[in-house]
């Protein structure tokens, strides 16, 4: 995984059916790898996948949730029994959770980490026996900016991303020797349909520029092959995260300003509270 030939690897990619799951799925396939896509929309899955084949590529449409416990513990072993061998696992899967929170309820937190941090937790875990059976491998965790810097109205969505990071880094460490790589790739505003994903009926306050998924394709691609542990995307986010590490105390004074909790939902819980 040194090069840019791929032909030998056998990829599974999550959250593939958009977005950069499904850049990352036409990059690998251009690349000659073999592909398990996994998603929830069988249409839109069925259409990288065709996509793919398109490209040369082998490519096997796996549908399924990743909040599903017993689907996530069975499908390494599903894609090992289809294709013989898994070299590469990308945890791309996620779903938001922008809302006030005082609104969040204790399951939807708990989805939340189910599908972002336990499942590539629980991937992870299985991956590594058929990677130290061929003896290589890459591990490539998609996380997110909010894994770094909790942004307003976003508690357990951060929580989830931090723990993914977390782990990440714990994987450069505890995979020295094995080789097996271990990527995490921090993502900032990216342009897919996560921008829509609110669970309230309050947008998602950004104005800047979003960069297209491809931006994050090439980062994983860089770290792969030349073996890099991380990457951020934009880059420029690091001036973000360095100002929350230097200066908490201002980055949550700023944030808290940034989008504010309106007074009216902090009285409407009280309210509730005193009833």
């Known amino acids: 995984m040194r090069n840019s030939s791929y032909s030998d690897c056998v990829v599974l990619i999550t959250g593939a059916s958009s977005g950069i799951g499904e850049q990352l799925a036409l990059?690998?396939?251009a690349r000659g790898a073999r592909l398990a896509l996994v998603a929830r929309r069988a249409d839109r899955l069925a259409g990288v996948a065709e996509?793919?084949?398109?490209?040369?590529?082998e490519a096997e449409a796996v549908v399924g949730d990743l909040a599903d416990?017993?689907?996530?513990?069975?499908?390494?072993a599903r894609v090992v029994k289809q294709f013989g061998q898994l070299d590469i696992l990308v945890n791309n899967a996620g779903v938001s959770m922008h809302k006030q929170l005082y609104d969040v309820t204790a399951k939807e937190a708990e989805h939340t980490l189910q599908v972002n941090l336990l499942a590539p937790v629980h991937l992870?875990?299985?991956?590594?026996?058929?990677?130290?059976?061929?003896?290589?491998?890459a591990i490539v965790n998609i996380s997110s900016a909010a894994g770094r810097v909790p942004p307003?109205?976003?508690?357990?969505?951060?929580?989830?991303?931090?723990?993914?990071?977390g782990f990440s880094e714990g994987l450069a460490v505890d995979l020295v020797g094995s080789n097996i790589h271990s990527v995490v790739i921090h993502v900032g505003p990216i342009d897919t349909e996560i921008w829509e994903q609110a669970?309230?009926?309050?947008?998602?306050?950004?104005?800047?520029?979003?960069?297209?998924?491809?931006?994050v394709s090439k980062a994983v691609f860089r770290?792969?092959?030349?073996r890099?542990?991380?990457?951020?995307?934009?880059?420029?986010?690091?001036?973000?995260?360095?100002?929350?590490?230097?200066?908490?105390?201002?980055?949550?004074?700023?944030?808290?300003?940034?989008?504010?909790?309106?007074?009216?939902?902090?009285?409407?819980?009280?309210g509730t509270v005193r009833g």
């Open 51 to 57: 996509a793919c084949r398109r490209r040369g590529a």
């Open 223 to 226: 770290c792969l092959e030349k």
């Open 69 to 76: 416990r017993e689907f996530v513990q069975s499908l390494v």
């Open 27 to 29: 990059d690998f396939a």
């Open 152 to 165: 307003p109205r976003e508690t357990a969505y951060a929580a989830s991303k931090f723990g993914l990071t």
């Open 124 to 137: 992870t875990l299985a991956a590594l026996e058929p990677m130290l059976r061929r003896g290589e491998g």
């Open 199 to 215: 669970a309230d009926d309050t947008p998602i306050r950004f104005r800047g520029k979003k960069l297209p998924p491809s931006a």
């Open 228 to 270: 890099r542990h991380e990457a951020t995307v934009p880059r420029s986010l690091w001036w973000v995260f360095l100002f929350k590490l230097v200066l908490p105390g201002l980055y949550r004074w700023g944030a808290s300003r940034y989008d504010p909790v309106p007074d009216e939902v902090i009285e409407r819980v009280r």
